[in-house]
């Protein structure tokens, strides 16, 4: 009895997979708004595959109706809702460079942010997907401060501005247990001078006067120390430094 249950279930399943690809010929004599409608209802249920497939539908039998530029975004909705960042960034980016104009670009350049942020891997990895969703958002914030996304923009910009501040100083700690000051002192100041109101500028500035006194610059890591002291007199960087510098002039 359950093996009857089990198979009866498989040719369910696989018959409504076949259904889906039948189906999209129904749409061959539909007008495009028509099409765009039914597609939503299936977003609406949260079946992102079918709805993808009428959306492409809706590309190529109309390819030059208002409703495909909105297919296009849709679809690219309907990827990321599936996981499938790299089909989706394709669908907006394609949407921004060929509807420059559109009212959803700034939508589309947001979602283009958002879909890089949640592949935001873990410092110790490159950060190139974190890079370009920054990128995104900075272009959200710059061309449509106005736009209903940038609230939300912002908000994840300081994360991602966190994140890669931390990656410079977890990369120049390395170099700094490595002897390699020279290319740990260069990305302590890009903290410093890139990423000087997250979190991490005042570790940044505690690692360059340590790169500093193992380098022998005493005058650079006074100057460094004195910027700390005034802006993060109160966290333990501070003391950290204020201390070194203590035992190195005794």
Same mark, same amino acid.
């Given at each position: ?28 004599? %539909?007008? !495009?708004?028509? @099409?765009? +409608? #039914?597609?939503?209802? =299936?977003?609406?249920? &949260?079946?992102?595959?079918? /709805? ?98 940038? %609230?939300? !923009?912002?908000? @994840?910009? +300081? #994360?991602?501005?966190? =994140?890669?501040?931390? &990656?410079?100083?977890?990369? /120049? ?78």
């Amino acid at each position: 009895m359950r093996y009857c249950c089990n198979l009866a279930l498989f040719l369910a399943i696989f018959l409504a997979g076949c259904s889906s690809d039948i189906d999209l010929k129904k749409f061959e004599n %539909k007008e !495009a708004d028509s @099409i765009y +409608k #039914e597609a939503c209802s =299936h977003i609406d249920k &949260r079946d992102y595959s079918f /709805a993808s497939k009428i959306f492409e539908e809706l590309e190529k039998l109309h390819p030059y109706s208002k409703y495909a530029a909105l297919a296009q975004v849709k679809l690219g909705d309907c990827y990321y809702k599936m996981k499938k960042y790299e089909e989706a960034a394709s669908e907006y980016e394609i949407f921004v460079k060929t509807h420059s104009t559109h009212e959803l670009v700034p939508y589309a350049i947001y979602m283009l942010g958002i879909v890089y942020y949640e592949q935001m891997p873990i410092i110790e990895r490159d950060q190139e997907v974190t890079i370009k969703a920054l990128q995104y958002l900075y272009v959200l914030q710059r061309k449509f401060k106005s736009s209903k996304y940038v %609230k939300d !923009a912002n908000k @994840i910009v +300081k #994360e991602l501005r966190q =994140h890669l501040a931390g &990656r410079e100083v977890y990369v /120049a700690t390395y170099y700094q247990k490595h002897n390699n000051f020279a290319a740990a002192v260069n990305r302590l100041n890009t903290v410093i001078d890139i990423y000087g109101n997250t979190d991490h500028a005042p570790e940044a500035m505690h690692r360059l006067v340590e790169c500093y006194v193992a380098m022998g610059f005493f005058d650079e890591a006074r100057k460094v120390n004195s910027i700390l002291q005034k802006k993060f007199s109160k966290t333990n960087w501070a003391i950290h430094s204020k201390n070194l510098l203590l035992s190195v002039k005794k």
